[in-house]
Every structure is written in structure tokens, then in C-alpha cells.
């Protein structure tokens, strides 16, 4: 079955992709192409997934590099794939052949790229980790390489819209601590619940960062079943587990 790639025109001519689930050899809760090592999946078919979203990158599976992902606002800069993976939320890299992968199932994957200078970045990107800061983490470490902001170009994956994502009061006032104009990225939901614009959330902090272009896929995790994997969906399914989305970019 071949592999659902979504890829954005910012980040072309450079090989890269947001997956869906489809295309993979997992089952049950799992079906499709679940990439996540950490999930109760069995090892196997997780490990055949992997090694078929590093053939659609023209690479091996040793060269797909990722981290243990914490919901930091830490970025590392690599030269091949760590292992252990170090526990950070986002990655760079200068050198061509490395692959760079995050794992999602809601929160925002970002694809980051100054093709010029030759520098890549991916960043797991939750409400904590956007309000952290790990984007602009992302865009520092890759300026570190030798890359230019305003050269640079980031594209939000598969990620949970706003319809999708009720949270309660005390999730808004974290947010308003922080600056009251993040306000406008929340709606009115039931009663005292309220809806979060993840993507819109992250379009602003990457653009207030300096980024030269940014956008979103526009695609729900959430409100797609069939085409991608929601942790939320989840566990509003009250199942047992959930599968992991993969973004990956290289040189």
C-alpha cells in the first residue's frame, strides 16, 4: 500500500513529509503506519513502519533521527542519529544524508528549513512546548549552523484545529499569565470551556520569531479517523493506546 506523504511547496525541492497513517503494518488501534517505539504496538511492525518512511526519504533506517520527546522547549543539534536519543523536543542539522524525525498524535509537528544555507530543523510542538518556546529554540540552534531566520521557512504538520481542542479555564489562565493577547487564540466553547487554536498559536509565535514564511497544513488530527492518528480521539474511544504520526526532513 503506498505511504500517505503530505508536503509543502516552502520547504520543496528538499525530500520531506508529514504521514498519515496509511501504508503501514500495524493493526488494530494501531492500523496503518505507527512510527512510535513508545507506543504497546508490537516492536516488528513498528520497526517495518519505520523503515518504510526511511526508504520514502531515501535513507536507512539508522539514519532516521529523532528524540525522546518531554514537551521541552530544548533543541539539539546532531551530525547523525543519536542513540540513546537525547530528551529534547526538537533537532537541527548541517549535515547532508541525517534525517530528522518528530512523532505527533495532535500536538504540532514543524518542518523548518533554510534551503540556502543548507540547515534543517523538526520540532514537536504541544501547547506547553510552543508556550516554552521551542520554536524559537529551533530557529536559534539552526542559527547556530550557519542559517538566517528571515531566510528560513517552517511548516506545521497534522495537528489538533481548534474545533477539536476543548480545554477547561485554568488551561486559558496559564496562557493570559503569559501575555493577555493570547486571548484571541482561544473561542467560546460549553459552559466554561473553551476552544484553543494550536496552529494559530504556533503560526504566531514562529512569525512574532522573525521566520521569512510560515503555514499549516490545515489538516485535523483529530476530525480525520481514517487518515491520521489523535490521541484525544483516543481517549475519547476510550482505548487502550494510540499510534504516532511521523514528520521527517533531510538534506
Not at 506523504?5 to 520547504?11: A, G, H
Request: charged content about 20%; aromatic content about 8%.
Amino acid at each position: 500500500m503506498t505511504l500517505d506523504i503530505i508536503t509543502s511547496d516552502l520547504l520543496s525541492p528538499l525530500r520531506h513529509g508529514f504521514f498519515g497513517r496509511g501504508g503501514g503494518a500495524s493493526s488494530g488501534v494501531f492500523a496503518g503506519l505507527n512510527c512510535g517505539m513508545g507506543s504497546s504496538d508490537q516492536h516488528e511492525a513498528v520497526a517495518i513502519n519505520r523503515e518504510r518512511v526511511a526508504l520514502a526519504m531515501g535513507a536507512e533506517a539508522a539514519s532516521l533521527a529523532g528524540v525522546h520527546q518531554v514537551h521541552s522547549a530544548d533543541a539539539v543539534t546532531v551530525t547523525h542519529a543519536p542513540e540513546p536519543p537525547p530528551k529534547a523536543d526538537a533537532l537541527v542539522t548541517a549535515t547532508p544524508g541525517v534525517v530528522l524525525s518528530v512523532l505527533t498524535a495532535d500536538c504540532q509537528p514543524v518542518l523548518f528549513a533554510d534551503r540556502d544555507a543548507g540547515v534543517i530543523g523538526a520540532a514537536h510542538a504541544g501547547w506547553r512546548g510552543a508556550l516554552d518556546g521551542v520554536l524559537e529554540a529551533t530557529i536559534e540552534a539552526m542559527e547556530a549552523l550557519g542559517a538566517r531566520r528571515e531566510d528560513s521557512a517552517a511548516v506545521i504538520g497534522p495537528s489538533i484545529s481548534q474545533r477539536a481542542y476543548e480545554v477547561g479555564p485554568e488551561f486559558f489562565e496559564t496562557f493570559i499569565a503569559e501575555d493577555p493577547d493570547y486571548g484571541r487564540f482561544f473561542a467560546q466553547g460549553d459552559g466554561d470551556r473553551l476552544l484553543f487554536d494550536l496552529p494559530g498559536f504556533g503560526l504566531h509565535r514562529l512569525r512574532a520569531a522573525g521566520i521569512g514564511q510560515a503555514t499549516w497544513t490545515r489538516h485535523c488530527t483529530y476530525s480525520d479517523p481514517d487518515r491520521f492518528f489523535s490521541y484525544r480521539r483516543s481517549v475519547h474511544r476510550r482505548e487502550a493506546d494510540y499510534g504516532r504520526l511521523i514528520a521527517a526532513i533531510r538534506l
